[in-house]
T-cell receptor, first 112, second 111 residues
């Protein structure tokens, strides 16, 4: 199946721990994005990458890190420096010809 | 500053009761306005892209329209399966392909 796979779907973390969320795509899209979604708020951009080995900070990058070593993969690490990490995290890729974003199914992170 | 505001935050309709959702935006050079549907615990699903004022697109019971300052998502004779959160997003000319999202409108259609 073509699409975007995020894992894990649910993740629990103790305070002070780093966690990494996986995002894999087989749509052959160059651009990939990480968004955070909180109840009652719009999606907020964390990081994005338009090409392999390059990425830029979004609007709320503090406490997060990413890498883009392969076109298919764009993992997000939520570090212990992120003050309020409990949220729903969405990975997306972009079809540059239409501008449309395609989303994964999301990963819900809960800090205990 | 680029901004997107959706209203209402929540909408309850009876099955068959038509209505509209609003998305107001202020951006420097609109490159596209996008509508998405999101079911609870799922990623958003693409519905429409609109590029210029006056443009309209339809899909089943949904119709999206665009003016220079806002977009409407019209829902005609909704069914319970139309219940979801509808997200609006814009791509501005000044950024690098990023989409700016509104906070969404949660629609509940009762049978």
């Amino acid at each position: 199946d073509g699409g975007i796979t995020q894992s894990p779907k649910y993740l629990f973390r103790k305070e002070g721990q780093n966690v990494t969320l996986s995002c894999e795509q087989n749509l052959n899209h160059d651009a990939m994005y990480w968004y955070r979604q909180d109840p009652g708020q719009g999606l907020r951009l964390i990081y994005y990458s338009q090409i392999v080995n390059d990425f830029q900070k979004g609007d709320i990058a503090e406490g997060y890190s990413v890498s883009r070593e392969k076109k298919e993969s764009f993992p997000l690490t939520v570090t212990s420096a992120q003050k309020n990490p409990t949220a729903f995290y969405l990975c997306a890729t972009k079809d540059l010809s239409s501008g449309e974003l395609f989303f994964g199914e999301g990963s819900r992170l809960t800090v205990l | 500053e680029d901004q997107v505001t959706q209203s209402p935050e929540a909408l309850r309709l009876q099955e068959g009761e038509s209505s509209s959702l609003n998305c107001s935006y202020t951006v420097s050079g609109l490159r596209g306005l996008f509508w998405y549907r999101q079911d609870p615990g799922k990623g958003p699903e693409f519905l429409f892209t609109l590029y210029s004022a006056g443009e309209e697109k339809e899909k089943e019971r949904l119709k999206a329209t665009l003016t220079k300052k806002e977009s409407f998502l019209h829902i005609t004779a909704p069914k319970p399966e139309d219940s979801a959160t509808y997200l609006c997003a814009v791509q501005a000319g000044s950024n690098t392909g990023k989409l700016i999202f509104g906070q969404g409108t949660t629609l509940q259609v009762k049978p």
